[in-house]
């Protein structure tokens, strides 16, 4: 069956510009969760969605990122003004009841 | 977790050994751990998972044992494959909050 899909896969942006990355979630599954992964480490958490809420965005690292899921299916997450440090993979992960995760490919921003 | 950048623990098996990798956690609130398996430009996939109210569980050829006592998950991989090659993230969950924390990770490297 279809899982997690992601787009762009990956992404280059020159330092300032905006960027948006897509998710599309397993059918179905009510959450959706935004983690940021750096070169060699684990994913850490940026923001939970339950349908359309968003329940809790504790780890968007600053006020440039922001996610949305308007209608309780693909998400989005925009990145404005990118700095290199936002440079990492970005995976989006859904699940039918917030327990098990299921990953998507990720996307792998690079901003020079 | 701890960050260790780019230089993973590593553990290096033959193949048709069993492999066990452990995952120390931090929150003693913590009621849900899973195992994913993470291969190069992948997303994590997930492997098993075990709830706080169990000190095993078995999957195919997968072993996930929890010591809530000193906060020790271990991972038993049977008769490993050089398909088991991969970079092994714990992570936690608690309760009150539906994010995943994750550990620094373990690289797996199987000899033919």
């Known amino acids: 069956g279809a899982g997690v899909s992601q787009s762009p896969r990956y992404k280059v942006a020159k330092r300032g510009q905006d960027v948006a990355l897509r998710c599309d979630p397993i059918s179905g599954h009510v959450s959706l969760f935004w983690y940021q992964q750096a070169l060699g480490q684990g994913p850490e958490f940026l923001t939970y969605f339950q349908n359309e809420a968003q329940l809790d965005k504790s780890g968007l690292p600053s006020d440039r990122f922001f996610a949305e899921r308007p209608e309780g299916s693909v998400s989005t997450l925009k990145i404005q003004r990118t700095q290199q440090e936002d440079s990492a993979v970005y995976l989006c992960?859904?699940?039918?009841?917030?327990?098990?995760?299921?990953f998507g490919p990720g996307t792998r921003l690079t901003v020079l | 977790g701890e960050s260790v950048g780019l230089h993973l623990p590593t553990l290096s098996v033959q193949e048709g050994d069993n492999s066990i990798i452990n995952c120390a956690y931090s929150?003693?609130?913590?009621?849900?751990f899973i195992w994913y398996k993470q291969e190069s430009g992948k997303g994590p996939q997930f492997i098993i998972d075990?709830?706080?109210?169990?000190d095993k569980r078995q999957g195919q050829r997968v072993t996930v044992l929890l010591n809530k006592t000193v906060k020790h998950l271990s991972l038993q991989i049977a008769a490993t494959q050089p398909g088991d090659s991969a970079v092994y993230f714990c992570?936690?969950?608690?309760?009150?909050?539906?994010?995943?924390?994750f550990g620094s990770g373990t690289r797996l490297l199987v000899r033919p």
């Open positions: 075990i709830r706080s109210n169990m």
């Open positions: 992570a936690e969950r608690m309760d009150s909050s539906y994010k995943l924390i």
């Open positions: 929150n003693s609130a913590s009621d849900y």
């Open positions: 992960a859904s699940s039918p009841s917030g327990s098990r995760q299921f």
